[in-house]
């Protein structure tokens, strides 16, 4: 069974920097394209950045561009997002997710309809 574990989340002042850890176990996660969620309070889940199984690619939602970066470390089993800049508007639990299945390519409009496994959340809160 896999299992994912989210770390590093807390509070921050607006401007500041965090960096969430995603800690898989139950299967190595190289084959495996992973990515982050959030959901802010009141609010439907968004998708936050993703990184292919190989890491050649990333993709990230336009309200983090330029601000935030994802990568992972297949020999640890772990993927990162780091979040600088952050802004109030960044305040939500943030998610990881991992693909289901294999070797998903990233590219346009293929992060819907993904069959994922969901880690419990991490608490991010970014004070004006």
């Known amino acids: 069974q896999v299992q994912l574990v989210e770390s590093g989340g807390g509070l921050v002042q607006a401007g500041g920097s965090l960096r969430l850890s995603c800690a898989a176990s139950g299967r190595a996660q190289s084959r495996f394209t992973m990515a982050w969620f959030r959901q802010a309070p009141g609010k439907e889940r968004e998708f936050v950045a993703e990184?292919?199984?190989?890491?050649?690619?990333?993709s990230y939602a336009d309200s983090v561009k330029g601000r935030f970066t994802i990568s992972r470390d297949n020999a640890k089993n772990t993927m990162y997002l780091q979040m600088n800049s952050l802004k109030p508007e960044d305040t939500a639990v943030y998610y990881c997710?991992?693909?289901?299945?294999?070797?998903?390519?990233?590219?346009?409009?293929?992060?819907?309809?993904?069959?994922?496994?969901w880690g419990q959340g991490t608490q991010v809160t970014v004070s004006s």
């Open positions: 997710t991992q693909d289901r299945l294999p070797s998903r390519a990233i590219a346009a409009g293929t992060n819907m309809n993904v069959a994922r496994y």
């Open positions: 990184i292919q199984w190989d890491g050649r690619r990333t």
